[in-house]
């Protein structure tokens, strides 16, 4: 079954590249539960609760991961739809849908000519060069409905670490770390997982390398709280941070995770300019 309004007016012609399509069950699973807890209120509201999985991979084990998460602490008619370029991995997902809460389709940062109010785009930008980032948040944005957001970022193979943005009709809004503490070594080591438009720029001098340092400074001077368990550690790294000066948008629930989230402004690239201007 094709996504609902894929082909409007003729053919939507995929815009993007096939992925490396790796994947793993639960690997997206520390930024689906941050998507169920903060953009919660924004699927509640919407008229058509319609979220896209772009670039889900040679397995849909994540898009219906996905849908399952957000069913239960969301809505349960809210409907995810997976996108991706390779017409096999699409015709592979099949036995896995569920019409009309889980579908899957054909498409790329078009979206397919959907609507949607939340796309999750994750692992699928690290491949291509930075110049090309902004014009993907550009074509991806301009599809969704009113008040609508991406979230695009990078994880590991096993979902241990990883890093995203929120991102909007004007541009990214925050940038979020994430780890497994009980596998931490540093912060150091989230540099790896820095989203496309990040990790070419932590380099000293950039807001993104402060905070990283900043981070790995708070977990070394927190050590001693490690004796209390790594999230107790990680907290006292956050709130260390946090009392820097660095604007640090989440609260301790969320640092109980392993997460911390700031401001984008705080880490933008020199140079960095919004995706559109605000109207």
């Given at each position: 079954?094709?996504?609902?309004?894929?082909?409007?007016?003729?053919?939507?012609?995929?815009?993007?590249?096939?992925?490396?399509?790796?994947?793993?069950?639960?690997?997206?699973?520390?930024?689906?539960n941050w998507i169920a807890a903060t953009c919660g209120d924004l699927l509640r509201d919407a008229?058509?609760?319609?979220?896209?999985?772009?670039?889900?991979?040679?397995?849909?084990?994540?898009?219906?991961?996905?849908?399952?998460?957000?069913?239960?602490?969301?809505?349960?008619?809210?409907?995810?739809?997976?996108?991706?370029?390779?017409?096999?991995?699409?015709?592979?997902a099949a036995p896995a849908a569920d019409p009309p809460w889980l579908v899957f389709g054909r498409?790329?940062?078009?979206?397919?000519?959907?609507?949607?109010?939340?796309?999750?785009?994750?692992?699928?930008?690290?491949?291509?060069?930075?110049?090309?980032?902004?014009?993907?948040?550009?074509?991806?944005?301009?599809?969704?409905?009113?008040?609508?957001?991406?979230?695009?970022?990078?994880?590991?193979?096993?979902?241990?670490?990883?890093?995203?943005?929120?991102?909007?009709?004007?541009?990214?809004?925050?940038?979020?770390?994430?780890?497994?503490?009980?596998?931490l070594d540093s912060p150091a080591t989230l540099a790896e997982r820095l989203p496309k438009t990040?990790?070419?720029?932590?380099?000293?001098?950039?807001?993104?390398?402060?905070?990283?340092?900043?981070?790995?400074?708070?977990?070394?001077?927190?050590?001693?709280?490690?004796?209390?368990?790594?999230?107790?550690?990680?907290?006292?790294?956050?709130?260390?941070?946090?009392?820097?000066?660095?604007?640090?948008?989440?609260?301790?629930?969320?640092?109980?995770?392993?997460?911390?989230?700031?401001?984008?402004?705080?880490?933008?690239?020199?140079?960095?300019?919004?995706?559109?201007?605000?109207?």
């Open positions: 079954m094709p996504p609902a309004g894929a082909g409007r007016g003729g053919a939507v012609r995929p815009v993007g590249a096939v992925t490396r399509g790796t994947t793993t069950p639960n690997r997206l699973r520390r930024v689906d008229h058509d609760p319609l979220v896209v999985d772009l670039g889900y991979g040679a397995s849909p084990v994540t898009v219906v991961e996905l849908r399952a998460r957000l069913a239960a602490a969301v809505r349960p008619d809210v409907r995810v739809v997976g996108l991706e370029i390779d017409p096999v991995r699409v015709a592979a498409g790329g940062f078009e979206l397919a000519g959907l609507r949607p109010v939340l796309v999750r785009a994750f692992n699928v930008l690290r491949q291509y060069a930075e110049p090309e980032v902004a014009p993907a948040w550009r074509t991806m944005t301009g599809a969704l409905q009113p008040g609508g957001v991406l979230v695009e970022g990078t994880c590991d193979e096993l979902g241990r670490l990883a890093c995203w943005l929120l991102v909007d009709a004007t541009g990214p809004r925050s940038l979020t770390l994430a780890a497994r503490l009980s596998t990040l990790i070419h720029h932590n380099v000293p001098g950039t807001g993104v390398h402060a905070l990283i340092r900043a981070l790995e400074e708070g977990w070394r001077d927190a050590a001693p709280y490690a004796t209390f368990g790594p999230r107790q550690r990680w907290r006292r790294t956050v709130e260390a941070v946090r009392a820097a000066g660095w604007p640090v948008l989440d609260r301790p629930a969320r640092w109980r995770l392993g997460e911390v989230t700031v401001a984008w402004p705080a880490v933008a690239p020199p140079g960095d300019s919004p995706v559109r201007e605000p109207r």
